[in-house]
């Protein structure tokens, strides 16, 4: 017979196993980190509170309704992910894309599974042991402890959602075997009981098939809005090469193959997403990385001697940069080592980043860029700002006015901070909060640029274009690109905004 | 006051507190994947050793007043602490008292809900720990869509000690005399929050 507080731990850490796990999913499929963690997370808790008041209503047998509850909850955490992709898949074919299909999928499940975990405790205190509710208790929260160390930062990266649901829910039903004696179960049930367990077992082999279907559908749905039948598209989508899908310890990156958006988009292009954002393509590559590099340059008003680039770990950027033999110093800070290892190793990248991370003058930090301009002992000309939008508060702590006061401080006396922001909508949109988190961190002067790519320049005196320059560097398609977006700036600066700031942060929602 | 509102309560402070130290973590010593799952780790570990030792209590009221007393004092105290020592350079004794912090923090919340579980009179144990529960869905509900945006970290900070003050005054209104003055220090840190905010902000930047 099994002690209670094993069991206790068992079972906390397989419940908040299955809701990381839902809350990442929920993450990745709606974009918004903030507002997934917080409904789902929300969501559970209600659930538990919900279950454990229902199972303090009414007399229980502690270790049968256990075993109930252990049984449902294995099979509806071992089915979490395939559930939400299988149902993301269908809304795609559908053509309902909104945010709100995904939330009104994920949500009820996260109560659901909450629900019968909040019966755990409850049974497992109802038990006569001799354990006090303390140690049940203390057991229950290191279940709960280990649970939120292990599954991000090791089963995820090894196991991506699919897996690790998997595993959670094979110790979650063998923690429902060892229920078996002490709920003195029949022989005969018993033996249904394990032989259902290693039938739904079995359906592991499908989980694989299901997950390619869904990455192929997430990044075939523009197409399905043209595509007339569903036969059809279907008949596409499968012989397409499924995108290859690796995690991080913080992101997910997706390799689109060149006939993928050649089906999709009508044109050959190698693509890389990062968090389902684009963050790589050959197609628009040259544009971007020209536009910032020799734009930045040329604002500058001078080839600079020292160079920063926050993020932009796929090279892209120091490629440009070397093509100035006045450079003679790139320092590059990547937080996420698997980018910087594959910048180094894919074939398709490193065809477009010409191995600039191999290159002397380029120095390759692993850090955190707000740690980095923290620590950070030289000045630079020209500081590159080339990171993900603030969909999360930790990339938000990457828009503050901290952060911008801090690589201020690194600035040469002329030097010039230049970066990527999203594009300016008609409406809202970050760009007032963005431009007011600038001026507070004391930059007076601002230039925007960029039509396919939005840039905004902070220095200390005024900026502008020499065309004469600009022109013999960059390509056509490029130059299209270098417009002064002047007016969208003064728009944004005369609307009202908050700054953004470490102790008081803004909120911006999920950003394209 | 009844138990299970107490329980609620309980639940809330307990994870914005958590919340708080997660936030200022990442903030202070970056790579917030990890500096998340260390504070909430290292915090329901806390909590457990917390629930496991409660059993040794006598008085379980006046253990609770005594919990609530500390953390008032402790969580705004010991965060404005380790955020000045982070602010200033001094990284190594920030975290060194950043995961004092977190450990004291979590076994204080630890100790409540067994404490309680043993006041309860009339609700089911369910009950009380489905108000738990609830309080903890409204703190995480609130913090990252309204505390944190709308109201700041140190706001939230003193306003959640400014909580655990008023429960000292609902769980030993006799003693009612050692509540009101942390409560107005606390009002007082309130009111010139944007002052202290400031302050970390600039010497953060190094100015």
């Known amino acids: ?426 409406r809202g949109g970050p760009l007032p909060t963005l431009v007011h988190t600038l001026r507070a961190a004391g930059f007076e002067r601002l230039f925007a640029f960029g039509t396919e790519d939005f840039f905004v320049a902070a220095a200390s005196r005024p900026l502008a274009f020499d065309f004469e320059t600009l022109v013999p560097k960059v390509s056509n398609q490029t130059l299209l690109n270098l417009i002064s977006r002047a007016s969208e700036l003064e728009h944004a600066e005369r609307e009202e905004g908050r700054v953004n700031s470490v102790l008081f942060p803004v909120h911006f929602g999920s950003l394209q | 006051m009844s138990v299970a509102a107490t329980s609620a309560i309980f639940g809330y402070c307990g994870l914005i507190y958590e919340f708080v130290l997660a936030q200022s973590l990442s903030i202070l010593f970056g790579h917030s994947v990890v500096q998340y799952s260390v504070t909430i780790g290292l915090f329901i570990a806390a909590m457990g050793l917390g629930s496991h030792l409660a059993e040794n209590f006598h008085d379980p009221r006046l253990a609770l007043w005594r919990t609530q007393l500390c953390l008032s004092l402790l969580a705004p105290a010991a965060c404005v602490f380790f955020w000045w020592l982070a602010v200033s350079g001094h990284l190594i004794a920030a975290r060194v008292v950043a995961y004092s912090a977190i450990v004291g923090i979590g076994f204080l919340t630890g100790t409540e809900l067994p404490l309680l579980l043993r006041l309860r009179a009339g609700p089911s144990l369910g009950a009380v720990l489905g108000a738990d529960y609830l309080g903890m869905l409204a703190a995480c509900v609130l913090f990252p869509l309204w505390l944190l945006p709308e109201i700041g970290v140190l706001k939230t900070l003193f306003a959640t000690a400014l909580l655990n003050s008023a429960m000292m005054a609902c769980l030993w209104p006799r003693r009612i005399s050692l509540a009101i003055p942390i409560a107005g220090v606390l009002a007082l840190l309130i009111y010139f929050e944007p002052l202290i905010r400031e302050a970390m902000s600039t010497k953060l930047v190094g100015g």
């Open chain 1, 1 to 426: 017979m099994i002690g209670i507080p094993p069991l206790a731990f068992l079972l906390s850490f397989c419940s908040l196993g299955y809701q990381l796990v839902l809350a990442l999913a929920l993450s990745d499929a709606t974009g918004d980190f903030v507002l997934s963690q917080t409904l789902s997370l929300g969501v559970f808790l209600l659930g538990m509170g919900l279950g454990a008041f229902i199972c303090g209503r009414s007399k229980r047998e502690p270790w049968r309704d256990l075993l109930k509850v252990e049984w449902i909850l294995a099979v509806a955490g071992f089915f979490a992910v395939s559930y939400l992709q299988m149902g993301e898949t269908l809304l795609q074919f559908l053509g309902w894309r909104q945010q709100f299909g995904l939330f009104a999928m994920a949500l009820p499940y996260a109560l659901w599974l909450g629900y019968w975990t909040g019966f755990e405790l409850p049974l497992l205190l109802g038990v006569k042991s001799g354990f006090k509710p303390g140690q049940v208790l203390a057991a229950n929260y290191l279940g709960a402890f280990t649970a939120t160390i292990l599954v991000p930062i090791y089963l995820l990266p090894l196991l991506d959602l699919t897996g690790t649901v998997q595993v959670l829910g094979v110790l979650n039903f063998v923690a429902a075997s060892l229920l078996l004696a002490p709920a003195s179960v029949t022989a005969f049930r018993t033996a249904i009981h394990l032989s259902l367990g290693v039938a739904i077992l079995g359906l592991v082999r499908l989980a694989p098939a299901l997950s390619e279907v869904h990455l192929k559908t997430v990044y075939f749905s523009p197409r399905l809005t043209n595509e007339a039948s569903f036969a059809s598209s279907w008949n596409v989508l499968r012989a397409l090469e499924a995108p290859i899908r690796l995690r991080s310890s913080y992101q997910w990156i997706d390799l689109l193959p060149p006939e993928f958006s050649s089906t999709v988009q009508g044109e050959q292009d190698f693509q890389i997403y990062m968090d389902r954002k684009l963050q790589v393509s050959a197609g628009s590559a040259q544009r971007y990385h020209e536009s910032m590099v020799h734009g930045g340059i040329n604002l500058l008003g001078r080839a600079p001697n020292r160079v920063l680039i926050l993020g932009g770990g796929d090279g892209l950027l120091a490629r440009e940069l070397l093509t100035y033999a006045e450079i003679q110093h790139v320092d590059l800070v990547e937080l996420d080592p698997a980018v910087i290892q594959m910048a180094r190793t894919q074939n398709d990248l490193k065809i477009l980043n010409a191995g600039a991370l191999n290159a002397a003058r380029v120095h390759v930090h692993t850090d955190d860029a707000f740690q980095f301009v923290r620590g950070a002992e030289k000045n630079y000309d020209l500081v590159l700002v080339d990171l993900p939008f603030p969909n999360s508060y930790d990339l938000s702590l990457l828009y503050t006015k901290e952060f911008y006061a801090l690589v201020r401080r690194h600035l040469a006396e002329d030097g010039l901070l230049l970066v990527d922001f999203p594009l300016p909508a008609d």
